[in-house]
């Protein structure tokens, strides 16, 4: 069974500091990972799409990256600002679930000014 | 281009009485998928609709049921409501299952509240 796990759980960080988010899931034959972002009561919000085969991807202040192998990805965010301030979600597309995403449960991030 | 949409954002309801949440897929996808976000508990994959067919579900009880119509838009049906149904309901689209390599979409959920 698929399951995704994020860490940290939550995030306090001074603006203007580099950070990473961590994600690994247990089964490693999925088709694309995704990271999303999500506001209070909201909802998600597409950042980045990985597909297996790919090792990153950039957006911006953002960069994702793949270890298919080992089952990890990692968001790296550059520069944080106060409105990056929300929680980030991890979903990863396998066969489990008939290509559902599979979630982890978060991040919650909180930048200070 | 219209994003997936979701109706009603908010919904109020009693114990016991039947809830139905709506969602419009990005227009080209067929496949659906809703997922229930209660306080705390994580986003959980509650059904799967592509081309008019259930084609999975999570771990769910029956009273959690719904449909997709011809122009692939799709309702989420909540019998015999319980306060711990309360949460956010989110519905997301993309390319069905020929293309599973594709991004995903979501709307902005409806807030069901039980009271």
């Given at each position: 069974k698929q399951e995704v796990t994020q860490i940290p759980a939550a995030l306090s960080v001074p603006e203007g500091?580099?950070?990473?988010?961590?994600?690994s899931f247990t089964d490693s034959a999925i088709y694309n990972l995704q990271w999303f972002r999500q506001?209070?009561?909201?909802?998600?919000?597409?950042l980045l799409l990985i597909q297996s085969s790919q090792r990153e991807q950039t957006s911006g202040r953002l960069?994702?990256?793949?270890?298919?192998?080992?089952?990890?990805?990692?968001?790296?965010?550059?520069?944080?600002?106060?409105?990056?301030?929300?929680?980030?979600?991890?979903?990863?597309?396998?066969?489990?679930?008939?290509?559902?995403?599979?979630?982890g449960k978060g991040t919650t991030l909180s930048v200070s000014s | 281009e219209a994003g997936v949409t979701q109706s009603p954002t908010h919904?109020?309801?009693?114990?016991?009485?039947?809830a139905t949440l709506r969602c419009s897929p990005i227009s080209g996808h067929t496949s659906v998928y809703w997922y229930q976000q209660a306080l705390g508990l994580g986003l959980q994959f509650l059904l799967?609709?592509?081309?008019?067919?259930?084609?999975?579900?999570?771990?769910?009880?029956?009273?959690?049921?719904?449909?997709?119509?011809?122009?692939?838009?799709?309702?989420?049906?909540?019998?015999?409501?319980?306060?711990?149904?309360?949460?956010?309901?989110?519905?997301?689209?993309?390319?069905?299952?020929?293309?599973?390599?594709?991004?995903?979409?979501?709307?902005?959920?409806?807030?069901?509240?039980?009271?």
């Open positions: 500091e580099n950070l990473v988010l961590n994600c506001d209070p009561g909201k909802g998600l919000t597409s960069n994702a990256s793949l270890d298919k192998s080992s089952g990890r990805s990692t968001l790296y965010i550059a520069a944080s600002q106060p409105g990056d301030s929300a929680t980030y979600l991890c979903a990863v597309r396998s066969d489990q679930a008939g290509t559902a995403l599979i979630f | 919904l109020i309801k009693t114990r016991g009485q039947q799967w609709y592509d081309e008019g067919e259930e084609r999975n579900r999570g771990n769910f009880p029956p009273r959690f049921s719904g449909r997709q119509f011809p122009n692939y838009s799709s309702e989420l049906n909540v019998n015999a409501l319980e306060l711990e149904d309360s949460a956010l309901y989110l519905c997301a689209s993309s390319f069905g299952p020929s293309r599973p390599n594709t991004e995903a979409f979501f709307g902005q959920g409806t807030r069901l509240t039980v009271v």
